[in-house]
């Protein structure tokens, strides 16, 4: 399996890879079903589907848009979408967030213990759509394991080529997955009032969330902690010994990108009192992780597009330009169409 995801992730590399999020897929679902005669939407989808046919372009997912696609209640509609996902993404994912999140860590840490010749982390998040929430293979069967081997090798030989719309006919489609998230969001909103006098900076509610969802995975970092320094990798600061705490800081946030992405659109939502955290800011936030942190262009909604071009977050640097109106979109993917970024 890592096998077939790294040479995914070389052919990825020299094509333009362009992250559609819910919005856009319902509305070029929407044109494709004569519901919307949007000629900008129209015209933006005829140029989608040529360039993805020639080879230029892709349009991947992630576990996100597979969810909120599960979250349309209607069949038809359902599986429109499903067709459309097949068609632009060639079958193609990102790997779940939290996967995303360890192989950055994995990455970032060799890297800062002085490792080298490591393959880019950009060529290791990549799988297909049958593994869009992870990774299974057929495990404890009654067979030899050189037997079960070989099965787990054919099921996984099979799953990576199986589209989506095939897996939603042959297993069915649960029910809608229902949103029930409210009180969460506002738990988290009241103490977000409560505790804002606490922040001096939006820098400092960054750190903040930057460093909570960190903890989250604790575990493997202790992990790796111990196998780098089992490996020989024992000066872990190397090359930033001359930085202070404060830029060594910034330099791992920006090496697990991620996690980076996802706490600098908590923290602006934090640090500003007029706006509130709502239920779809999850997957927002979870959509502009995967866009930024390895795509080329990012098709969304406006506020989430202006939030992302805030100046104080800093998210320009992942030179990922993100567009709420599919004209502009258009114009600018014609404009680069021969134009790919690693």
């Known amino acids: 399996m890592r096998q077939k ?6 052919a990825l590399a020299a094509m333009q890879r362009i992250y559609l999020d819910q919005r856009f897929w319902i509305l070029f679902r929407d044109v494709s079903l004569g519901f919307c005669k949007d000629q900008a939407i129209a015209d933006l989808l005829v140029f989608l589907k040529l360039s993805v046919s020639e080879g230029r372009s892709i349009c991947p997912i992630s576990e996100s848009v597979f969810m909120e696609l599960l979250k349309q209640d209607d069949d038809l509609t359902r599986l429109a979408t499903a067709q459309l996902i097949d068609e632009l993404s060639l079958g193609v994912t990102l790997i779940p967030f939290d996967e995303r999140v360890r192989q950055e860590l994995c990455n970032s840490f060799y890297q800062l213990g002085g490792a080298r010749d490591i393959y880019p982390v950009h060529q290791l998040v990549w799988t297909k759509l049958a593994y869009v929430l992870g990774e299974v293979h057929p495990t404890k069967t009654p067979f030899p394991p050189k037997e079960e081997l070989a099965i787990q ?37 009241e103490k977000s009032r409560t505790l804002h006098s606490t922040l001096r900076s939006y820098e400092h509610a960054f750190k903040i969330e930057f460093e909570g969802t960190l903890s989250l995975f604790r575990k493997e970092i202790n992990t790796l902690q111990i196998e780098i320094v089992k490996r020989g990798y024992k000066d872990f600061g190397v090359g930033q010994k001359h930085l202070s705490m404060k830029k060594r800081f ?24 007029k706006r509130n955290l709502s239920s779809n800011d999850f997957f927002d936030f979870h959509h502009a992780a995967a866009a930024l942190g390895y795509c080329n262009v990012f098709l969304t909604e406006k506020p989430l ?14 030179k990922c330009p993100t567009f709420w109106s599919p004209s502009e979109a258009l114009n600018w993917l014609r404009d680069n169409s021969g134009r790919t970024a690693v």
């Open 250 to 273: 910034e330099a791992f946030a920006l090496s697990i990108p991620t996690l980076h992405i996802n706490a600098s659109c908590h923290a602006a939502v934090r640090w500003d009192q």
């Open 153 to 189: 090798k054919a099921f996984s030989d099979l799953m990576w080529r199986i589209p989506l719309v095939e897996m939603i006919e042959k297993i069915g489609m649960p029910p809608p997955i229902e949103n029930n998230w409210d009180s969460v969001v506002d738990d988290m909103n």
């Open 5 to 10: 995801r790294m040479q995914l992730g070389a």
């Open 305 to 318: 597009s202006v939030l992302l071009g805030q100046r104080h977050l800093g998210l320009t640097k992942y």
